[in-house]
């Protein structure tokens, strides 16, 4: 059997790299039907753009090709520092302190199994359909 990767970048995502990175740890090298159910339960922002990553990675899968849905596992995920934007909030006596509003990137790679394709009895079907129409010109 061969087996098939596919991948997913989201980038821009609203959460510290650091606090992505806790919740992608939960689900590394797991299988994604469980992977998906731990992030559905668990209670911290950032496991909504995991989980939305991974369906993504999954969906790319399955367009590839026929993949057995019960092997998809993740293969490899990992979250990196995006874009920093510079913002200001207002001080005492009219001044203004800078602050950044970090963002984080979200990589995920899933791989899967494909189908086993069964012997094709269409085949075996044709020709014997085929055998009895010449039979019967011969006839």
């Known amino acids: 059997?061969?087996?098939?990767?596919?991948?997913?970048?989201?980038?821009?995502?609203?959460?510290?790299?650091?606090?992505?990175?806790?919740?992608?740890?939960?689900?590394?090298?797991?299988y994604v039907s469980d992977a998906v159910v731990i992030l559905e339960n668990t209670p911290r922002r950032a496991a909504k753009?995991?989980?939305?990553?991974?369906e993504s990675a999954t969906a790319n899968l399955l367009q590839s090709g026929s993949i057995d849905t019960k092997t998809i596992a993740i293969n490899r995920i990992s979250v990196t520092a995006g874009t920093r934007m510079r913002r200001y909030v207002p001080a005492s006596r009219g001044r203004a302190l800078p602050f950044e509003k970090i963002s984080s990137n979200i990589f995920v790679e899933v791989c899967?199994?494909?189908?086993?394709?069964?012997?094709?009895?269409?085949?075996?079907?044709?020709?014997?359909?085929?055998?009895?129409?010449?039979e019967k010109e011969n006839k």
Request: aromatic content about 2%.
């Open 49 to 54: 753009a995991v989980r939305k990553a991974i």
């Open 112 to 134: 899967g199994e494909e189908k086993v394709k069964k012997a094709e009895p269409k085949a075996e079907k044709t020709t014997k359909k085929a055998d009895a129409k010449a």
């Open 1 to 30: 059997m061969a087996s098939k990767t596919a991948h997913a970048y989201i980038k821009g995502v609203d959460s510290q790299p650091r606090k992505v990175s806790i919740v992608a740890s939960l689900v590394r090298d797991r």
